[in-house]
């Protein structure tokens, strides 16, 4: 059986997560979810100084993955929506630099993955969505908000909007467009900048920068109310419906 999450070691104080599931446009699903966690959670005990995300196949993340959830119950479907939740809090708040490297599409949990990074590289062809709203979850809103500002992320959101890459370059989601070669530098940039600093300045410069920490309990309470507002599933399954109409237009 495929692993749906790679990880590896490239260099010293580096850990890369590659997505793997290609045939699912990588969307996540419970292994996926469970292994980022934890991946994370092990980076950030392991004085990794760098994480570095990529994704193999045409997309980045198609988001939350949708197949079998007839046959889960709620409580298993709400904790799948914490997870992802906790990935996204363990990014914001980790100890290390992280970088993602962002192709294809990335909608709804993967674009909120994208957006809880400390560099956010894509190439020319990304577009990204945050359609969660859409059948009532709230996932990642703050973070967006703090990365965008309140009124671009407030329209985005509203509109349910596919930005470009260079609209996501523009609106700060994303810090750097390029060709896969070039962004194959600025990964090496990135991370030979950071050679100058050891573990404990890196996790101090982050902590004192960082915003929102104290939000993260309030976030993932938002979470689990939007969550267990009974009839999860018929508006995943409304909205479902209205994306495959949308589609064929």
Same mark, same amino acid.
């Given at each position: 059986?495929?692993?749906?999450?790679?990880?590896?070691?490239?260099?010293?104080?580096?850990?890369?997560?590659? /997505?793997? @599931?290609?045939? #699912?446009?990588?969307? %996540?699903?419970? =292994?996926?979810? +469970? $292994?980022?966690? !934890?991946?994370?959670?092990?980076?950030?005990?392991?004085?990794?100084?760098?994480?570095?995300?990529?994704?193999?196949?045409?997309?980045?993340?198609?988001?939350?993955?949708?197949?079998?959830?007839?046959?889960?119950?709620?409580?298993?479907? /709400?904790? @799948?929506?914490? #997870?992802?939740?906790? %990935?996204?809090? =363990?990014?914001? +708040? $980790?100890?290390? !630099?992280?970088?993602?490297?962002?192709?294809?599409?990335?909608?709804?949990?993967?674009?909120?993955?994208?957006?809880?990074?400390?560099?956010?590289?894509?190439?020319?062809?990304?577009?990204?969505?945050?359609?969660?709203?859409?059948?009532?979850?709230?996932?990642?809103? #703050?973070?967006?908000?703090?990365?965008?500002?309140?009124?671009?992320?407030?329209?985005?959101?509203?509109?349910?909007?596919?930005?470009?890459?260079?609209?996501?370059?523009?609106?700060?989601?994303?810090?750097?467009?390029?060709?896969?070669?070039?962004?194959?530098?600025?990964?090496?940039?990135?991370?030979?900048?950071?050679?100058?600093?050891?573990?404990?300045?890196?996790?101090?410069?982050?902590?004192?920068?960082?915003?929102?920490?104290?939000?993260?309990?309030?976030?993932?309470?938002?979470?689990?109310?939007?969550?267990?507002?009974?009839?999860?599933?018929?508006?995943?399954?409304?909205?479902?419906?209205?994306?495959?109409?949308?589609?064929?237009?």
């Amino acid at each position: 059986m495929t692993a749906p999450l790679l990880i590896s070691d490239p260099a010293s104080g580096v850990r890369k997560l590659t /997505l793997n @599931r290609p045939d #699912r446009a990588n969307a %996540i699903d419970g =292994a996926m979810g +469970d $292994g980022l966690l !934890v991946a994370l959670q092990e980076a950030a005990s392991s004085q990794i100084r760098v994480v570095l995300i990529e994704a193999r196949g045409n997309n980045f993340c198609g988001g939350f993955d949708f197949s079998g959830i007839e046959a889960m119950s709620e409580g298993d479907l /709400l904790l @799948r929506f914490v #997870r992802i939740e906790q %990935i996204l809090q =363990a990014l914001w +708040d $980790g100890p290390f !630099v992280s970088i993602v490297r962002t192709h294809g599409a990335a909608f709804g949990a993967g674009a909120d993955l994208i957006a809880s990074c400390t560099y956010r590289l894509g190439t020319p062809t990304c577009r990204f969505r945050f359609p969660g709203y859409r059948f009532g979850i709230a996932l990642g809103t #703050r973070r967006l908000g703090c990365l965008l500002g309140e009124h671009r992320a407030r329209s985005i959101l509203l509109a349910n909007a596919t930005l470009s890459a260079p609209e996501a370059l523009e609106s700060g989601l994303l810090s750097h467009v390029a060709a896969t070669a070039e962004l194959d530098a600025k990964v090496e940039e990135i991370v030979s900048g950071l050679d100058d600093l050891d573990y404990a300045a890196i996790t101090s410069l982050l902590r004192n920068v960082r915003q929102m920490r104290e939000h993260a309990d309030t976030d993932l309470v938002n979470l689990v109310r939007s969550a267990a507002r009974p009839g999860i599933r018929e508006r995943i399954a409304c909205y479902r419906a209205n994306a495959a109409v949308v589609r064929k237009r």
